[in-house]
């Protein structure tokens, strides 16, 4: 069974601009969930989509933003980029029935 | 308020040394859901177990054993005999559920270096 994928591996973006990063989630598996990892910052929770739909959002201004497509693939926006934006960028799924999630590789994202 | 914490920073042990490492939590919720994920320096997350509030067994997996206490608020990691390849990043999180959001709150982690 395929894992969790994420792309791109890694992102070199110049301050102002926007960077799209995309997951796709196990198979079977109807939400995503998007966290960043800063340096020494641990994860922090962005973006849970269920079903299509945003169902919570982390402490995150309103340039991060996403979606979810109806294959549950979801992208992660983020517009605007800062330099404090550089970081790992942490996709997980989750199935139906289950508490546990899933993560992929990340994507890590320099913003410069 | 932080909602998990991980005190231990860094830990170095010697290869077969056992090591423990301690997660605190707090919530106010009767159901909810307690994790560890292990996190190599490849920088993905593998999830290593889930305890629900309501089973307070202890549990053994090979090497890798977890003593969830609820009196203490605490789920420990132990690692038995260590070995070079557990040198990694160790984090405890813990979530109340989809209807409260399902957000998982993850601890800052615990860096754990196995010297050969």
Do not use: M
């Not at chain 2, 042990?13 to 190599?40: G, N, S």
């Not at chain 2, 409260?100 to 993850?106: A, K, V």
């Amino acid at each position: 069974e395929a894992g969790v994928t994420q792309s791109p591996t890694h992102l070199i973006k110049t301050r102002g601009q926007q960077a799209t990063l995309r997951c796709s989630p196990i198979s079977g598996h109807t939400s995503v969930y998007w966290y960043q990892q800063a340096l020494g910052l641990g994860l922090q929770f962005l973006l849970w989509y269920d079903e299509g739909e945003e169902r919570n959002r982390g402490n995150f201004p309103p340039r991060f933003s996403g979606r979810q497509f109806p294959n549950y693939s979801s992208e992660l926006n983020v517009n605007a980029l800062e330099l404090e934006d550089s970081a790992l960028y942490l996709c997980a799924s989750q199935g139906p029935s289950s508490y546990e999630q899933y993560f992929g590789p990340g994507t890590r994202l320099t913003v410069t | 308020a932080q909602k998990v914490t991980q005190a231990q920073t860094e830990i170095s042990v010697v290869e077969k040394e056992d090591v423990t490492l301690d997660c605190v939590y707090e919530t106010r919720d009767t159901t909810y859901y307690l994790f560890w994920y292990k996190q190599p320096p490849s920088g993905e997350l593998v999830f290593l177990i889930r305890r629900n509030s309501f089973d307070e067994q202890n549990e053994i997996s090979g090497r890798y054993s977890w003593n969830f206490q609820k009196s203490t608020s605490s789920f420990n990691f132990t690692i038995t005999a260590s070995q070079v390849v557990d040198s990694a990043v160790y984090f405890c999180a813990l979530s109340e559920g989809r209807n409260t959001g399902n957000q998982f709150y993850f601890g800052t982690g615990t860096s754990l270096t196995v010297i050969p």
